[in-house]
């Protein structure tokens, strides 16, 4: 996790921003610090990455890269106003012990927003930020399956904001974020999918972090609670509206070094 220090909306790059609909510093700050007790509550173990000011949305770590054993796979941001993030993320990384893979020059990649695992295939998001092809050379460096996964509403603009696997077999989604092939392939691969309402969707239900049987997310989502609930998940939630006006929720904030709960790893 990264603080808000530096946490604001600078630029529009996607229809949630608004540099006339600021965010409150000492709410998001607030927010932020709620976010973190609660994941240590959980036995989370934090590693922290130093703020930057000018780089808003470092804040959003689930960005920075994709994690896969010791490794990563840097981002490489679409938008000038992020690509200032990666040298800092790289950095981080090395220091941390992983070691760094550099995207090909114009593969644009932005790590775990648009690539998750759900069992042992990983699922891709793309066309408003990631490249297909990007993603198609990251599971060919892992040699694992890959299910690309076209997104055709700017609001869910990565992977992450509208899909959230929570096991091998099970996972969150929003069904209209995808096209018609991309609810078929997920239906085709994963048994257990969770659709979520268009009302909790925009309070960013899928954008969870899952603690193994625990899944923690924005307040405002009583029915994806109560269905997880059903299926034996715990489900805590606490208010992080002031990064929904920059596009993100809990998953975005979290980047997990260790593996998700979903994956299986090639």
């Known amino acids: 996790m990264c603080p808000p220090d530096f946490y604001g909306i600078e630029y529009e790059i996607n229809p949630w921003m608004s540099r006339s609909k600021q965010s409150d510093p000492a709410l998001a700050r607030q927010q932020w610090e709620a976010l973190y007790q609660l994941l240590q509550k959980q036995e989370a173990r934090i590693e922290l990455?130093?703020?930057v000011k000018g780089l808003p949305d470092l804040v959003f770590t689930a960005n920075a890269g994709l994690i896969w054993k010791d490794r990563v796979f840097l981002s490489l941001f679409r938008h000038a106003a992020r690509q200032g993030e990666t040298p800092l993320d790289r950095d981080w990384f090395q220091a941390a012990g992983f070691e760094t893979i550099d995207m090909p020059e114009g593969f644009y990649f932005e790590g775990a927003g648009d690539a998750l695992f759900c069992g042992d295939t990983l699922f891709a998001g793309y066309l408003i930020r990631s490249d297909v092809r990007a993603?198609?050379?990251v599971a060919g460096e892992m040699n694992c399956r890959v299910i690309p996964l076209q997104l055709v509403d700017e609001f869910y603009y990565h992977l992450d904001t509208c899909f959230c696997p929570l096991s091998e077999t099970e996972a969150i989604y929003y069904p209209p974020a995808?096209?018609?092939?991309?609810q078929h392939a997920l239906k085709e691969h994963i048994p257990h999918l969770i659709p979520v309402v268009k009302a909790e969707a925009q309070r960013f239900a899928c954008n969870a972090v899952v603690l193994g049987e625990t899944v923690v997310?924005?307040?405002?989502?009583p029915q994806l609670e109560a269905d997880l609930q059903q299926r034996g998940y715990q489900t805590l939630s606490t208010p992080l509206d002031e990064f929904i006006k920059a596009g993100g929720s809990a998953k975005c904030l979290t980047l997990r070094l260790d593996g998700e709960r979903a994956a299986v790893w090639p």
């Not at 997310?217 to 989502?221: E, F, I, S, V, W």
């Open 135 to 137: 993603l198609q050379w």
């Open 178 to 182: 995808f096209d018609e092939y991309g």
């Open 217 to 221: 997310m924005n307040t405002g989502c």
């Open 49 to 51: 990455m130093t703020p």
